[in-house]
């Protein structure tokens, strides 16, 4: 089983808010991870957006704008993007990312359709 | 500004190693970690390892420890990565990154470099 996963694919309207999650592995507690996100558009490298540990413990990437914001759902052991006010420039893939035994893992991505 | 300029597109035959190079510039090379991962068409980012400049420390992933190797040379700004015992599902595109050491804030990123495995 991946350590993180995501869904592989989310819609939503422009002006809305979409809020992908990035799963952790069954026994591997959220609440105490720093969650790090990255957008990726088509034919370009990713693009660091934020981390996420808890509200006093965080960073905004530079130039990302503040309708992209982190957190977490201890209950369902998540780390969440959340992005408020969607554009058309926001269609892209967003992959979530931890480090846990060495080794930074990359959750699966979701590909964010904007419409 | 802040660049991470990679070598171009190669391609190798299996069994053969490939040598990825990342020319960083604009910010002091020792003073951040690289990172290297790597991304197939139309797939998810995968992590191979990092590299500290200053110490020349790496840590590579399990999967390809054995078979990757990452080096710097300082005097040129520049580190390397190496992957040898190529197969066919190793082609992808490898992307070096840098970070503050110990955190996963992997702000700039190359261009990327397309390696293909094919005989």
């Known amino acids: 089983q991946a350590v993180l996963t995501q869904p592989s694919s989310l819609s939503a309207s422009p002006g809305a808010s979409a809020s992908l999650t990035c799963t952790l592995r069954?026994?591997?507690?959220?609440?105490?991870?720093?969650i790090y996100w990255f957008q990726q558009k088509p034919g370009s490298p990713p693009q660091f957006l934020l981390n996420y540990r808890s509200d006093s413990d965080k960073k905004q990437g530079s130039g990302v704008p503040s309708r992209f914001s982190g957190s977490k759902d201890v209950s369902a052991n998540a780390g969440i993007l959340l992005i408020s006010g969607l554009q058309s420039e926001d269609e892209a893939d967003y992959y979530c990312?931890?480090?846990?035994?060495?080794?930074?893992?990359f959750g699966g991505g979701t590909k964010l359709t904007v419409l | 500004q802040v660049q991470l300029v990679q070598s171009g597109a190669e391609v190798k035959k299996p069994g053969a190693s490939v040598k990825v190079s990342c020319k960083a510039s604009g910010y002091t090379f020792t003073s951040y970690d690289i990172n290297w991962v790597r991304q197939a068409t139309g797939q998810g980012l995968e992590w191979l390892g990092w590299m500290d400049p200053e110490s020349g420390n790496t840590g590579y992933a399990r999967k390809f420890q054995g078979r990757v190797t990452m080096t710097r040379d300082t005097s040129i700004n520049t580190a390397y990565m190496e992957l040898s015992s190529l197969k066919s599902d190793d082609t992808a595109v490898y992307y070096c990154a840098r970070n503050p050491s110990l955190t996963g804030d992997f702000e700039y990123w190359g261009q990327g470099a397309l390696v293909t495995v094919s005989s």
């Open positions: 990312m931890m480090w846990h035994s060495s080794t930074w893992e």
């Open positions: 069954s026994g591997i507690n959220v609440d105490t991870y720093m």
